[in-house]
């Protein structure tokens, strides 16, 4: 039989599977109206795909011409932007010196049509250019002036930190009346729709599958479609599978996730969002609004930004969620998105492996726990949720170890079954191992047991996660008491020194059979705050 072809590619802009964006009619309404609209969003999160969808869907009406500008004009000028409409419109420019009067001529010669303009790349058009005004603020405040005079005329442009230069570094007549939209990431149903040739050809993704590209992912359409577009391949994808291709994306597109970072925190205008982006990353809210006023700092630059300025560029770049009101004193909900874009990157210098796994782990645990309420997924029963199976949370630690460079192997240990993680760094032959399990599910007493099982020669430390969403009494106590009293096992309780895990042992086997170190992490996750 032969393969059918991939229907996936992130790179472009038109993709061959599309999932419908709820801002579509909001957007289209507003144009229609003839007013102005302006669509934030951050790399990656499928601004031009949208712009073509608001277009294809005004296409679709017979009294409106839709005109899409995917770029500025190579020679960028406020001259050659007016010269690029006028052709767009098959008007001459000749001796027209204002868009209002290149419109003039279209809506004389088409007096029963309405007519919207879609800009991509909104924010090249507010790059200066040297010993001149910059184009973009002419030709905007220009096309602005023109759109009040007409009533059919719709303007719509889409971008992200360059909105913020407009407003307030070039100043804008038209953003200051354009209806403000921001792009959201993908949720469940959406990740879910864009996989359906999965589906097509019989190969529908598991569940645990569309858990973990999620939770990878962040539902980020862009790096959603590089893992559909990686996957499609395999015969039967598994979670493992998901971490393994954005850790190899992170080596590849290293400067695709540098550029999302820069589409909010660019230095040359403002450390703003980035201080208070590390400040939701480092400490669980809620946070008032003058404690992200202090962490913002003052602008290094010129823009200026305010914290609901902040929130939204942060969400529209898909790091974020915000329950509360940045204009208001009461506390404000904010907490990072599970995904590639917010795990650590950098492994910190350690005397020898087992120390190092010590860190690393409780890095990752930390993100994990930041962001807990991402671990979650609708239950059996309406309205209840439950975490993720153990094999999603175990694929999400081993994106976390491998973009901090560990080797994560995927081979069975022996006819005892295979661990978790099988981890080592820099070809050394020396191992670590982990293991996750859930509290209460199936064999989650014999972890330490099990974990033992696998240990080899080579293996120089090892790791238990244990999770939990109930608040336990005594927890530290009953896990004693049930999983490592029984076994034999010698646990010293360790201070933790955060508050993501609830207690850590330091376990070391007594008696006969494999010696080495097993720190047991563990860990509640809290379904919301």
């Not at 597109?253 to 040359?268: H, I, Q, T």
């Not at 974020?320 to 904010?334: F, L, N, Q």
């Not at 309406?382 to 153990?390: D, R």
Request: hydrophobic share 40%; proline share 7%; net charge negative.
């Amino acid at each position: 039989m032969q393969a059918l072809p991939n229907p996936y590619n992130w790179q472009h802009h038109e993709p061959t599977v599309e999932v419908p964006r709820d801002l579509v009619k909001p957007v289209t309404e507003e144009l229609l109206q003839g007013g102005g609209a302006v669509v934030v969003g951050g790399r990656g999160m499928g601004k031009s795909v949208l712009l073509h969808q608001v277009g294809s869907e005004l296409g679709k009406l017979p009294d409106v011409e839709v005109l899409h500008f995917p770029s500025p004009p190579q020679s960028l000028s406020a001259r050659e932007c007016l010269e690029t409409l006028a052709d767009a419109l098959g008007e001459p420019h000749e001796g027209r010196r204002t868009s209002h009067e290149v419109l003039e001529g279209y809506f004389r010669d088409n007096p029963v049509r309405r007519l919207v303009l879609l800009y991509d790349e909104f924010d090249r058009y507010g790059q200066p250019v040297p010993n001149a005004p910059v184009p973009g603020q002419l030709f905007f405040n220009d096309l602005e002036t023109a759109r009040r005079s007409f009533g059919r005329l719709g303007i719509l442009a889409v971008g992200t930190l360059g909105v913020f230069v407009f407003r307030d570094v070039l100043g804008s007549s038209f953003l200051s009346r354009a209806a403000r939209f921001w792009m959201a990431p993908f949720g469940r149903d959406e990740a879910r729709l864009l996989a359906a040739p999965f589906a097509d050809r019989g190969t529908s993704l598991a569940d645990e599958v569309m858990e973990t590209l999620q939770l990878t992912s962040g539902g980020i359409p862009a790096l959603l479609t590089y893992a559909f577009q990686q996957l499609w391949p395999r015969d039967s994808p598994v979670e493992r599978d998901v971490a393994e291709v954005f850790t190899h994306f992170q080596d590849r597109y290293g400067e695709f996730l540098s550029d999302v970072g820069k589409a909010f925190s660019d230095p040359s205008l403002s450390r703003i969002p980035q201080r208070i982006w590390e400040l939701v990353r480092r400490e669980r809210g809620p946070f008032s609004r003058a404690r992200l006023k202090e962490a913002g700092g003052v602008a290094d630059g010129a823009l200026r930004l305010t914290v609901a300025d902040v929130l939204h560029l942060l969400q529209a770049a898909g790091l974020v969620r915000v329950d509360g009101s940045a204009t208001s004193d009461d506390p404000i909900e904010v907490f990072p998105v599970a995904g590639l874009l917010g795990l650590p990157e950098v492994s910190p210098p350690a005397a020898d492996l087992a120390e190092r796994l010590r860190c690393d782990l409780g890095m990752l645990l930390d993100q994990l726990y930041a962001t807990s309420i991402d671990f979650f997924r609708p239950g059996s029963e309406p309205g209840k949720k439950q975490l993720v199976p153990e094999s999603v949370f175990s694929a999400f630690l081993a994106l976390g170890f491998g973009l901090l460079g560990w080797q994560v192997e995927r081979e069975a240990q022996h006819v005892a079954g295979r661990t978790d993680l099988k981890l080592r760094r820099n070809g050394s032959p020396e191992l670590a191992l982990v293991e996750v399990k859930i509290w209460g599910r199936r064999g989650y007493e014999q972890v330490h047991e099990q974990l033992m099982s696998y240990w080899t020669v080579d293996v120089v430390a090892g790791a238990v996660v244990m999770l939990t969403d109930t608040e336990i009494d005594d927890w530290t106590g009953v896990y004693r008491r049930k999983c490592l009293e029984p076994f034999g096992v010698d646990a010293e309780l360790e201070t933790p020194s955060d508050a993501a895990v609830r207690g850590r042992f330091r376990a070391v086997p007594s008696g006969k059979g494999p010696s080495g170190r097993v720190d047991h992490f563990l860990l509640r996750i809290s379904r919301g705050r």
